[in-house]
């Protein structure tokens, strides 16, 4: 099993930037692939980044914030990070990081909620105009 604690958030004016850490307890971080997700109140949680377990291949963004976030992984720290440049208003949510591959079994894509086995607590980021 796997704990996931998320740090970073915070307030921001828009076009700053701030970096997100997801630590990551338990055995074997290195097997799991992450993903970063952000929700909004009264909307569902959407998908913002996914990275390999090795971090070195897979790694995907939803369209909105191509080009200004980075999702990257540090296994020898059991940490994955994702790093928000060009915030806008609208990048504005909880964030969770999320992992997949329990027992060696990778669900779908790694592009939906169901396709993750633990969770975060979340987050906050606030992007101020």
């Known amino acids: 099993q796997v704990q996931l604690v998320e740090s970073g958030g915070g307030l921001v004016q828009a076009g700053g930037s701030l970096r997100l850490s997801c630590a990551a307890s338990?055995?074997?971080?290195?097997?799991?692939?992450m993903g970063w997700f952000r929700q909004v109140p009264g909307k569902e949680r959407e998908f913002v980044a996914r990275?390999?377990?090795?971090?070195?291949?897979?790694?995907y963004y939803t369209d909105s914030v191509k080009g200004r976030f980075t999702i990257s992984r540090d296994n020898a720290k059991n940490t994955v990070y994702l790093q928000m440049n060009n915030l806008k208003p609208e990048d504005t949510a909880v964030y969770y990081c999320?992992?997949?591959?329990?027992?060696?079994?990778?669900?779908?894509?790694?592009?939906?909620?169901?396709?993750?086995?633990?969770w975060g607590q979340g987050t906050q980021v606030t992007v101020s105009s």
């Open positions: 990275i390999s377990s090795s971090g070195r291949n897979y790694l």
């Open positions: 999320a992992a997949r591959g329990a027992r060696g079994i990778y669900r779908g894509s790694g592009n939906n909620i169901d396709d993750y086995d633990y």
């Open positions: 338990g055995r074997s971080f290195s097997t799991y692939a």
